[in-house]
Every structure is written in structure tokens, then in C-alpha cells.
């Protein structure tokens, strides 16, 4: 028995994947791996794609965004905000639309009004104006006048603004002119209502600063429960797994838990299913009937055809008809069911065989889901084999090839479990129906199923060996352990990559797709931890691009 789990290298992999994993390839992977300290926080390399956002680090994650529309745009912030909220926080769209349409149509979108010159005479303090909302004379210094042009007394600016705020419209507040789409400058709205209103001033500033998470497609909160605090911002690929600071895995695009190699649409369908009660009413359609007086199902516990329901109701189990309680063990008195009704037996078989398909798939995946649970207890044991064999006078020093290996083991337990709620999808009728003949969906599923076997028996393996009381070996059974863990290591690595590869290029790239059906990519060092953003910033005016000055945000994250 030892000596079939300690076979030579090719016991690992069917020859046809030789050509990939030859062994100048595999020594180079040992090589890489052994120098992978997995007790270590993995750094991503450079050009992080995803970062923490906390409170603290909030204002600063906002001004880099606010500072670059400012900057080529030679805009006050509260212009750029606008110009930012309107496009979601995407500066390259922003840009974009700037290039193909121009200056002048990017403002009047977005409601921005730049004044290059004052027009017309300015208000003298001592002169009043007829405000056309109350229709009443005040003096010039108790109304405002707008970047839009537009000017009514500061009281009617006021009762607007509450009303907006109130509404939860503050980070949009166009102006009371009829037909006139000009944002509000902020600073005038925060002025006006924080004399009268300042807990609406704050939650007004709280809106405008939140807004970069609320509205910005790249940046989402952590779905964490209960919930730490940060927001998790990425750069590139919306479709992505990510770990937050707190520790949460999750797929950025539904904020669910991480579930690649599964679409998020076909997670949330796998979740629903697993949740709700249908497959119950699968196992009542198909081991129950309904009784033709009450309705209630009935189990048939024996083997006679005529069944008595709770309520009194006798009938017949082969087509659920009502009858009396006369019968012999060959006919019921006055009943006659042997008419074949072909609907009534499809259905029935149909709901069977969906029944047992969904359990196939679903022990499956439930049975690598206990596996992880169960392994994760390995950790604690393999630190203490490592602590006892530290101990021993050897020259083999170095274990990090057993956590290493035990880091490789939940990668691949992980994506072997998930790829079982996606294969029921794949090769089911719910998604696919229609873009798959049965001779292509057979096809596809052997492919498939090929690869998820030979990963499913590599991870076996690597779990077995690293279950191994190495700490007991001599020093020449510890080298033997040490390259077995190695070798299956890099080839489950390998296998997962490979059907990642499979499941992107023939399966999901050869079907029309919406969006929903994106995964994210494989990650060979695990789901990339997101790095902090710095906070060092956070207190620094933003300097407006007209005329220099130094324009005001709230610092507090409220």
C-alpha cells in the first residue's frame, strides 16, 4: 500500500499532460514554491489592482479622482465633484466623452456652469431684488446668485435644499429656475443650510463624501457581517475576487462570497436552490400523490395499490383516482385505471430525474465543502509536526513545503467545489438550452468532467500525503514525503489553471454570453489581498484650477 501512494511522478498526471508539466517546468515550480513562506501576507506585485478603503483613507481615495478632472480641466472641486458624480466617479469615461464631443457638451450634461465673466452689473449691498419664487423685495446681500446666473432670496434657496437633502438628492441639486439644469455650487448649499439645519449641513456633507462609494463602479463597501467599515476599490477587472483587510473573500461584481470558477449568475441560482424548499417539492412530486379529497400528499408505505389518505379518502396510487375501500390484490371494486397517460408519466419521471441530477451534483459539492472545513483543522496539526521535526537534529530545516502544500490544497478544494454547482448549470437546461445540441453538450461535459477528475484525484492525493505523521519519519521518508507534497502541489496548480483555461475558451467562450457569465480569472497565489490606501493625504486642501484658491471639504467621515 505504501508504495502505490509513493509512485513515481507520472502516477500524478495521464501522459497527455507530459508535454505540460515536463520536469525542467517542474523544477523551476518547486523552486518558485519552496520560496513561497505562506505564514508570510502575500505583497502583490506592483500596480495593485484593488485597495482598502477606510474612513480614514475615504477623503484622500476621493481627492486623487477630484485632483486629476481638476487638474486638466482647470475646474473648481465642487465642478469636478459633479462632473465625477454624474459619470460615476469614472474619470476615463469622463475623458472620453471630453475628446469625442468637446468641452462645452461634457458640462451641459453633466449641469456644470463655469463662469469665465461676471455678466451684467454686480448687486450693490445697499440695492434689493425681487426674488421670483416668494415674490417678495429683499436685499441684495439675502439672496445668492448661482454660477447658472440664476438669483432668489437665500430663504427660498434654503427651504429647497432641505427639501432636496431630505429627499436624498444632495449630491445632485439642480437649481429652482424653470427648465435650467445647473448643479448648486456645494459650498453655497452647505453655507445656507448649516445656519439654520446643520445636523442636514453634515449628513449633507456625509452624502457628497459617501458618494464616491455609493456611485463609483469601481469601488464597493466589504459585504462583511457584521460590517468593518471599509470599501474595496479596483482599478481593472470588475470581475474579480477579492480579500478585505478584515479578512472576507468575496466576488466584487455581486458581492457574494468568492465562487469562481462559477458565474455570478449561476452562483446566485445555486445559492437559491440550495436555500429555498425546491428541492422538496421535487422529492413530494415524485415519492408522493395528492389525495383528490384534501390535497394533502400521501407516502405509499405498502404494497398495495389502494391508498387511505389522513382525512378518509381511499384511492388508487397508479393514477390517483377516488374509489371505495372494496378491493382484492389485483383490482379495486368499480375501478379501472390501466389507460397509459403519457403527460401524467413524463412529469413524473421528469421531476425524478431533475431530483437526482441536482443531488449528484449537490453531495458533490457539499462533500469538498466539508473537506475544506475539516482540513482547515490541518493547520494546527501540521504546525505541531513542524515544531516537533524542527526540534530533531536533521539537516532538513526547512518545512515550508508542507504549508505551502497546505495553502495549494484549500486553492484547489476551493475551486474543485465550485466547479459542481457550475457544471449543473453548464450542462443542464436552465441557461444553456438553446446554444448547445445534445452531441456538443456531450461532448463539452466529457471534457469537462475529465479534467475535474483528475484535479479531484491530485487534490486527494495531496491530501493524504500532507495527513502523513512525517514527524515520525526518518530523515530519507521525510525527503520522499516532502517531494510527493511538492510535485502534487505544482500539478493541482497546473490542473486548476488548466481547467479555468477550458471552462473561459471552450465552454463559456464558445456559448453568446451576457454579462452575467464572466468568471473571475484563476489566481495561482490565492485571491489577491487587498493592499490599504494610504491615508497620509487625508488633511490637504484641494486647490481649484481657476483662480488658486483653496476650496473646503468636510475631513470627517461622519
Not at 116 to 140: K, R
Not at 198 to 226: G, H, M, Q
Not at 477 to 490: A, D, T, Y
Request: charged residues 30%.
Amino acid at each position: 500500500m505504501e508504495d502505490d501512494c509513493l509512485g513515481s511522478d507520472e502516477e500524478f498526471y495521464t501522459s497527455d499532460q507530459e508535454d505540460d508539466y515536463s520536469i525542467e517546468g517542474l523544477e523551476e515550480s518547486i523552486d518558485g514554491l519552496e520560496n513561497d513562506d505562506s505564514d508570510t501576507p502575500w505583497i502583490p506585485p506592483k500596480g495593485t489592482t484593488t485597495k482598502v478603503i477606510t474612513k480614514e483613507s475615504l477623503l484622500a481615495a476621493q481627492k486623487e479622482d477630484l485632483r486629476r478632472v481638476m487638474d486638466l480641466l482647470f475646474l473648481r472641486e465642487h465642478h469636478a465633484r459633479t462632473l465625477l458624480i454624474h459619470h460615476r466617479w469614472d474619470v476615463e469615461k469622463l475623458f472620453a466623452v471630453l475628446v469625442e464631443k468637446g468641452r462645452a457638451f461634457l458640462f451641459a450634461e453633466a449641469g456644470v456652469s463655469v463662469v469665465e465673466h461676471q455678466d451684467g452689473e454686480p448687486l450693490l449691498p445697499s440695492s434689493t431684488i425681487m426674488c421670483a419664487i416668494c415674490i417678495e423685495d429683499v436685499p441684495s446681500n439675502e439672496a445668492t446668485k448661482m454660477d447658472c446666473g440664476h438669483c432668489f432670496c437665500n430663504g427660498c434657496w434654503t427651504e429647497h435644499f432641505v427639501v432636496k437633502i431630505n429627499d436624498g438628492q444632495s449630491k445632485r441639486i439642480r437649481c429652482m429656475a424653470h427648465k435650467c439644469n445647473a448643479i448648486c455650487d456645494e459650498a453655497v448649499v452647505r453655507n445656507l443650510v448649516s445656519k439654520s439645519h446643520p445636523n442636514l449641513a453634515e449628513k449633507f456633507d456625509r452624502f457628497l463624501l459617501e458618494s464616491y462609494i455609493e456611485d463609483n463602479k469601481r469601488v464597493k463597501w466589504c459585504p462583511s457581517t457584521p460590517h468593518c467599515g471599509n470599501a474595496i476599490r479596483v482599478e481593472d477587472d470588475e470581475f474579480c475576487e477579492i480579500e478585505c483587510s478584515c479578512g472576507l473573500q468575496f466576488c466584487f461584481r455581486c458581492s457574494l462570497q468568492a465562487h469562481s470558477p462559477c458565474s455570478c449568475l449561476m452562483w446566485e441560482l445555486w445559492a437559491k436552490k440550495c436555500r429555498d424548499e425546491s428541492e422538496t417539492v421535487n422529492w413530494i412530486t415524485v415519492h408522493t400523490k395528492p389525495c383528490p379529497k384534501c390535497h394533502k400528499p400521501v407516502e405509499k408505505n405498502g404494497g398495495c395499490n389502494l391508498v387511505s389518505c389522513i382525512c378518509g379518502q381511499a384511492f388508487c396510487w397508479l393514477c390517483g383516482g377516488a374509489t371505495g375501500r372494496d378491493h382484492t390484490w389485483s383490482s379495486i371494486a368499480g375501478h379501472s385505471c390501466g389507460r397509459y397517460k403519457e403527460d401524467k408519466e413524463k412529469n413524473a419521471e421528469r421531476a425524478k430525474r431533475d431530483l437526482y441530477r441536482y443531488m449528484h451534483y449537490h453531495n458533490r459539492y457539499k462533500a469538498h465543502t466539508d473537506s475544506i472545513k475539516l482540513e482547515s483543522k490541518l493547520k494546527e496539526t501540521i504546525q505541531e509536526k513542524v515544531s516537533i521535526s524542527e526540534l530533531r537534529e536533521s539537516k532538513n530545516r526547512d518545512f515550508s513545503w508542507v504549508t505551502n502544500g497546505l495553502s495549494r490544497l484549500f486553492r484547489s478544494r476551493r475551486v474543485l467545489s465550485y466547479s459542481y454547482p457550475f457544471a449543473f448549470y453548464m450542462f443542464g437546461e436552465e441557461l444553456f438550452k438553446d446554444q448547445m445540441t445534445k452531441e456538443e453538450r456531450e461532448i463539452k461535459q466529457n471534457l469537462f468532467e475529465d479534467q475535474q477528475q483528475q484535479l479531484e484525484e491530485n487534490v486527494e492525493k495531496l491530501s493524504k500525503f500532507l495527513e502523513e505523521p512525517f514527524d515520525n519519519y526518518d530523515e530519507d521518508k521525510v525527503m520522499e514525503v516532502r517531494m510527493q507534497v511538492i510535485n502534487l502541489s505544482v500539478v493541482t496548480d497546473k490542473l486548476c489553471q488548466k481547467m479555468y483555461d477550458c471552462i473561459e475558451n471552450d465552454l463559456l467562450g464558445s456559448v453568446q454570453l451576457g454579462i452575467h457569465h464572466n468568471i473571475a480569472p484563476y489566481r495561482s497565489k490565492g485571491i489577491e489581498k487587498a493592499s490599504e490606501l494610504s491615508a497620509s493625504d487625508k488633511d490637504l486642501p484641494l486647490h481649484c484650477g481657476t483662480n488658486d484658491q483653496q476650496c473646503s471639504i468636510s475631513s470627517k467621515f461622519r
